[in-house]
């Protein structure tokens, strides 16, 4: 099966919003949308679903430690 990759670039999509309707329920909508009508699910969205507060950068790992594990799965797919 041939996988297809198709590949645009962004939009800018100018609005003039009124005084009197706050930006962040517009902004709010907007991405709503993106997310139901298109699939398009921003990083910011997929932390709040998911209630992600506070990322790492640094998550230690023991390289031995990852060595043995794929030296196990080896000698367990051997045998």
């Known amino acids: ?45 997929l932390r709040e679903k998911f209630k992600v507060a506070d990322l790492r950068e640094d998550i230690a790992v023991d390289e031995r430690e990852i060595l043995a594990l794929r030296e196990a799965e080896k000698k367990r797919l051997r045998t």
């Open 1 to 45: 099966m041939k996988q297809v990759v198709h590949v645009t670039k962004s939009k800018v999509v100018t609005l003039k919003i009124p005084s009197w309707v706050g930006e962040e329920k517009v902004m709010g909508d907007v991405k709503r949308l993106l997310e139901e009508k298109y699939g398009v699910i921003s990083i910011e969205s």
